[in-house]
C-alpha cells in the first residue's frame, strides 16, 4: 500500500467553481500536512500546511485534515485559470517531504 | 530575494557518461535537500545536508550517485555512470524551518 494515495486527474472545472482535492494516507504517525502547487516546468510550492487535524484557511484556499479517517483535502473557492495547476499533498516524516502523485487541474474560462 | 537556483535546468546525455547537477540554496539557509521525480512517479526524497554534513542520505538509489555541499553553500549531485533508469527530475529546496522548504525549478535529466 503506498503512503499516500492521490488521484492523477486531470480534473476539469469551470471557472468560479469550487473545487475539491483529496488525498489519503496510510501512517498514522503523520503530523504536519501540506498541500504544493506545481505548475509545469517549476518546481513545488508551498501554498498552506497544517498540525494534525482541523481545517486552516488562506484566502480562497482551504485545506482540511481528518486523522481519524487519514483524509486530507483543498478547496479552491471562486477558482480562476491561473490556478491551473498540479496540485500535491505531502507529510513529512523525519524531516523528509512524501509526496503524493499529484492531481491536474484545469479551470476552464 | 533570490529563490533556490538549479544548473542546468535540462541535461541530455547518453548511458555510461557522467553528469553534475547543481543547487544553489536561498542564502541563509542551513538546510539543503535533493529530491527526484521519475516519470510516472511520486516525488521523492534523496538526501538532506545541513550545512555541509550530510543529515540523511537514506534516499539515495546507489552507489553511483555522489552529493556534496561545498562550505554549507551551493551543492552538487552526480551521477556517475549515468543509467537510463535515471532518467527524471531533479528538485533541489532549502529551508531554515525544515517545514517550509522552498523548491527550485529543477534539472530534467534525459539518459538515452
Known amino acids: 500500500q503506498k503512503e499516500v494515495e492521490q488521484d492523477p486527474g486531470p480534473l476539469s472545472v469551470p471557472e468560479g467553481a469550487i473545487v475539491s482535492l483529496n488525498c489519503t494516507y496510510s501512517?498514522?504517525?503523520?503530523?504536519?500536512f501540506m498541500w504544493y502547487r506545481q505548475y509545469s516546468r517549476k518546481g513545488p510550492e508551498l501554498l498552506m500546511y497544517?498540525?494534525?487535524?482541523g481545517n486552516k484557511e488562506d484566502g480562497r484556499f482551504t485545506a482540511q485534515v481528518d486523522k481519524s479517517s487519514k483524509y486530507i483535502s483543498l478547496f479552491i473557492r471562486d477558482s480562476q485559470p491561473s490556478d491551473s495547476a498540479t496540485y500535491l499533498c505531502?507529510?513529512?516524516?523525519?524531516?523528509?517531504?512524501?509526496f503524493g502523485k499529484g492531481t491536474r487541474l484545469h479551470i476552464l474560462p | 530575494e533570490a529563490g533556490v537556483t538549479q544548473f542546468p535546468s535540462h541535461s541530455v546525455i547518453e548511458k555510461g557518461q557522467t553528469v553534475t547537477l547543481r543547487c544553489d540554496p536561498i542564502?541563509?539557509?542551513?538546510?539543503l535537500y535533493w529530491y527526484r521525480r521519475v516519470m510516472g512517479k511520486e516525488i521523492k526524497f534523496l538526501l538532506h545536508?545541513?550545512?555541509?554534513?550530510?543529515?540523511?542520505e537514506s534516499g539515495m538509489p546507489n552507489n553511483r550517485f555522489l552529493a556534496e555541499r561545498t562550505g554549507g553553500t551551493y551543492s552538487t549531485l552526480k551521477v556517475q555512470p549515468a543509467e537510463l533508469e535515471d532518467s527524471g527530475v531533479y528538485f533541489c529546496?532549502?529551508?531554515?524551518?525544515?517545514?517550509?522548504?522552498?523548491f527550485g525549478p529543477g534539472t530534467r535529466l534525459t539518459v538515452t
Open positions: 529546496a532549502s529551508s531554515q524551518d525544515p517545514r517550509v522548504k522552498y
Open positions: 501512517n498514522s504517525a503523520f503530523q504536519y
Open positions: 545536508f545541513v550545512k555541509e554534513s550530510k543529515q540523511d
Open positions: 542564502s541563509g539557509h542551513d538546510n
Open positions: 497544517t498540525y494534525s487535524s
Open positions: 505531502a507529510m513529512i516524516e523525519d524531516d523528509k517531504i512524501i
